[in-house]
């Protein structure tokens, strides 16, 4: 394996500089519109028509000529009935209205709609109550959108009311950033499916089944690679098939054990060791390899640190692959209710349930917070960030805490 790059433990926001400066978004794919919620649009946007296209009623009411309806009360002749996306070529003359319901396009000769609950009425008459100003209750052609007027920017997170907007253009799919195929191996002797559990000592595989389950909540569908046992050609024949994919995680083997062999696999594939240990707690033994610009993930084995390295690195990265701008969980300042002691050096992701209270947000431990208490996370909102240089943090401190329970993102990871 190259001997570039840092070999030694290095600080959080180093980590993710070094990991982030080597993602670049990946290319442009068309979706149906059907499914482009969430994606990252790669286009820009521009009306092509007017939205709306003709000028429209506002209100369910009849529509009239303002000088008709300038001394009231007075009775026109309703010579028209347009229900909603109907259009008539007759005109309104001196004395005229047209029943008309909210949407319909105005008839040539009117300039004002009146509301029905300022109106009397009958079947062939209307009297009108109040006197309206030229063109009150009426939306103009293109008062949405006019021809060549910019929707959306590429980079731009498409919401529900972009895909309405980009529908209403005409179109039924729209070019977005590509979402990346990502491996999933989990490595160890120990491990087991969960259909294949026995009294023997070995444990499940729940690493795999979290991680798929993250990226799936994120809109990728995970390649799972099942489990490799702790024998060097048994892993090599597994990276390679995940190395078909964009991204490759990996969990377990990236220790300093006699069995940890993941580095030494990925340098016999010719990778380059680009981070290996990071100064966290969980998750310190955390491995980020390239080959052929493919980034490689080799995250700890134990549950807790699993996920929270996942967190920390790897999500954030995926997002900029699929051409995300923001890439972080919301962080949110939070009251620590318990007493929280650490040693100096590491920076601690803490789990915390979250409670709101009138004046704010407060958190208390979930529990043991070792590493391998997969229940934490479970019971987990938030986690609270430690910085490495604190040590004690009595009950009532701020902190901040990344929300877990939250999905959408922010620019501010929540550590220096």
């Known amino acids: 394996m190259s001997q570039r790059g840092p070999r030694q433990s290095v600080e959080m926001a180093a980590a993710r500089t070094l990991i982030l400066d ?9 979706q149906a519109l059907r499914g482009a919620v969430g994606r990252v649009l ?17 209100m369910d009411g009849f529509a009239v000529r303002a000088e008709d309806i300038a001394t009231v009360p007075v009775t026109l002749r309703v010579v028209e009935d347009l229900p909603a996306g109907r259009w008539t070529d007759r005109k309104i003359g001196p004395g005229e209205a047209a029943r008309i319901m909210t949407g319909a396009a105005i008839p040539d000769g009117a300039d004002t709609v009146v509301m029905i609950e300022d109106t009397e009425p009958t079947t062939t008459q209307v009297r009108v109550n109040r006197s309206l100003p030229f063109g009150a209750n009426i939306r103009r052609a293109g008062s949405d959108v006019s021809p060549g007027a910019l929707v959306a920017t590429a980079g731009t997170l498409i919401n529900p009311s972009l895909v309405g907007m980009i529908a209403a253009l005409g179109r039924t799919s729209v070019s977005v950033i590509s979402r990346p195929r990502v491996a999933v191996l989990a490595t160890g002797d120990e491990l087991v499916e969960p259909d294949q559990l026995e009294d023997d000592g070995r444990i499940v595989t729940s690493n795999s089944y979290t991680l798929c389950a993250t990226l799936e909540r994120m809109g990728i569908e995970p390649i799972y690679l099942g489990i490799a046992k702790d024998e060097p050609e048994i892993i090599r024949d597994a990276f390679l098939r995940g190395l078909r994919a964009d991204v490759v995680v990996s969990t377990g083997g990236v220790s300093v054990g006699d069995r940890d062999w993941i580095k030494q696999v990925l340098a016999d594939l010719g990778g380059e060791l680009r981070l290996w240990r990071v100064k966290m707690k969980p998750g310190a033994p955390l491995a ?57 050096g590491r ?7 979250l409670d709101r209270q009138p004046d704010g947000l407060h958190a208390r431990l979930t529990g043991d917070q070792s590493s391998g208490v997969l ?3 479970v019971q987990a909102d938030g986690l609270a960030i430690v910085s490495a240089e604190t040590t004690h943090l009595p009950a009532g401190t701020t902190v901040p805490v990344q929300i877990l329970s939250r999905e959408d993102l922010c620019d501010d990871p929540g550590f220096n």
């Open 375 to 377: 229940l934490s996370m």
């Open 22 to 30: 080597e993602i670049q978004p990946l290319g442009a794919e068309n």
């Open 347 to 353: 920076m601690h992701f803490v789990r915390v349930m």
């Open 42 to 58: 790669a286009e820009e946007l521009r009306a092509s028509r007017s939205i709306p296209p003709l000028d429209n009623s506002a």
């Open 288 to 344: 980020f390899v390239t080959i052929d610009g493919r980034p490689v993930f080799g995250l700890p084995g134990n549950p807790v640190s699993s996920l929270v390295t996942f967190e920390q690195f790897v999500r954030p990265a995926l997002l900029k692959m699929m051409g995300h701008r923001a890439l972080y969980r919301p962080v949110e300042p939070v009251v620590l209710d318990d007493v929280y002691d650490k040693p100096t």
